[in-house]
């Protein structure tokens, strides 16, 4: 289920419960960038995050990155036509990243548990979508931007509270989405491209269920809606095959082909939604939410008489699994043992090739056992985790909760793992760190801790 769909990304079984909270603001303007913020008891942005907010998205743009070097593929499939948008800062109104977008008032995503707040009408963008109105707003009816998200959230090897987007979207004229048009002959082209090469399409979704056509296309151009969901699939399928068919021939045992599936969506801004997934390693891997764009939104972006499509895909999810990266916090490492591994290789822009882990050091347990406060979230407890510890922090994780049958106290006890990527950690260094996890949560959260 998509986190800006109906219901809010899995979380653990154990995080269900919890109430959403809210942390004591210092009051004191946030710098991020150099600019000051006013603060309210809408901030949440801890230090270990402000840290990480720049004027412009950072990692797809360094060289030998593999999130630039994806960038830079998907780019190069989806071509020239498509306008390349590097985003602004990630401080963005809750007006742009929610309301113009069509959130409801009560919508998870708006929660302080799921977003960085700078205050009450400002926040960390959680998606790309954030830009659609602007990057249509300044003229461009086909455009691919890039940006950094920011979602508060659970601590494993797949989740980081920073990660990359790619956002793209194509808007015709409705003269242009007729039959024989330009926009069906771009269909024809691709399918016919499709058609010919190993992979299987399954994409059997009802229009229905994916949310049904918005009352204009019905009233007005309901053909102009069906060309614009098949041109949409046709460029994703394309992007899909180009990105994942050489490893797919590389690694499958069998004649098999490569598999994608679009399965009905929900989000605020496109009817109907899709999201697409790719059969790799044994799983169906989500890669991607998409849809026919929402008419309110073309009105707010000047474009009334237009239609079309959007999608927005995460680049670390396809990276991991392209290049066999098996923390998301390498991302983010300096190490030239990570990044020389990404060093262009001659006439491929996306060098196909298998991360090869250079250490894997121990790994050292700490436990955290404590009665449940009322208002506590355990994303709470996952970003004092991370805000004290930093990247030596690799996995948290709920292993006992239970409820004290006198008091009605429930308790939580969760496992922290801390493993740095780069070197051996003294147990000496682990504990002052975890002493101080613990120091926080008291104070912060006057956690009882047993
Ligand atoms: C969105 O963010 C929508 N804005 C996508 C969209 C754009 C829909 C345009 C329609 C039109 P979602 O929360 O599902 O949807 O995230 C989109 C993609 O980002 C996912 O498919 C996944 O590839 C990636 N993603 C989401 N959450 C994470 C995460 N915690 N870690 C890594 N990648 C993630
Ligand atoms: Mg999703």
Redesign the pocket.
């Known amino acids: 289920m ?4 109906v219901g809010i ?1 899995a979380k653990r079984v154990c995080g269900r419960g919890f109430h959403n909270s809210v942390r004591l603001a210092s009051r004191q303007p946030l710098v991020l960038n150099g600019i000051e913020y006013a603060t309210d008891n809408y901030t949440n942005v801890p230090a270990s995050i402000a840290s990480r907010v720049h004027p412009h998205p950072q990692l797809p743009y360094l060289e030998n990155q593999p999130l630039a070097l994806l960038r830079g593929e998907i780019e190069r499939v989806l071509g020239a036509r498509y306008m390349p948008i590097r985003a602004p800062s990630p401080v963005v109104s809750t007006r742009l990243n929610f309301d113009e977008l069509g959130f409801p008032e009560d919508h998870p995503g708006r929660q302080p548990s799921d977003t960085y707040f700078v205050n009450k009408n400002t926040c960390l963008r959680t ?3 954030a830009h659609q109105i602007g990057a249509f707003r300044s003229g461009n009816l086909r455009w691919l931007l890039t940006a950094d998200v920011f ?1 508060r ?1 659970e601590i494993d090897s ?3 509270p920073v ?1 990359h ?1 790619m ?1 793209g979207a194509s808007v015709w004229n409705h003269e242009e989405l007729v039959p024989g048009g330009s926009v069906e002959q771009e269909c024809v082209a691709m399918e016919q491209k499709l058609a010919n090469v190993p992979m299987e399409i399954q994409d059997q979704v009802s229009v229905e269920d994916a949310g049904g056509w918005q009352p204009k296309h019905e009233a007005n151009n309901r053909q102009g809606a069906e060309l614009s969901m098949r041109h949409l699939k046709a460029t994703l399928n394309t992007l899909v095959y180009e990105l994942f068919q050489p490893r797919w021939a590389l690694e499958s045992q069998s004649d098999e082909p490569l598999k994608v599936r679009w399965i009905p969506a929900f ?1 605020p ?2 009817s109907p ?1 899709f ?1 697409v997934e790719v059969w790799f390693r044994g799983k169906w891997l ?6 026919v764009v929402q008419q309110s939104i073309l009105d707010q972006s000047g474009l009334a008489d237009k239609m079309g499509w ?5 680049l ?2 396809i990276a991991m699994v392209l290049f066999s990266i098996p923390d998301i916090r390498l991302f983010w490492s300096q190490d030239k043992r990570f990044l020389g591994q990404f060093a262009k290789q001659s006439g491929r822009s996306l060098p196909l090739m298998t991360f090869k882990p250079y250490s894997k050091h121990p790994p050292c347990y700490k436990d955290v056992s404590f009665w449940l406060p009322p208002n506590f979230h355990e994303n709470d407890l996952f970003e004092t985790v991370r805000d004290c510890a930093g990247d030596l922090v690799e996995d948290v994780e709920c292993i006992d909760s239970f409820v004290h049958l006198k008091t009605q106290k429930a308790s939580r006890c969760y496992r922290v793992n801390y493993r740095s990527m780069d070197r051996n950690l003294e147990n000496e260094q682990i504990n002052t760190l975890h002493n101080a996890v613990l120091d926080r949560l008291r104070r912060e959260f006057s956690l009882e801790i047993r």
Not at 2 to 5: E, M, T
Not at 310 to 314: C, Q, S
């Open positions: 998509s986190k800006l769909g990304a998606h790309t979508s979602r959230d797949s989740h980081y990660f987007q956002e989000f801004f496109t939604s999201e989500e890669i991607l939410g998409s849809g959007a999608f927005g895909l995460g670390e999810r």
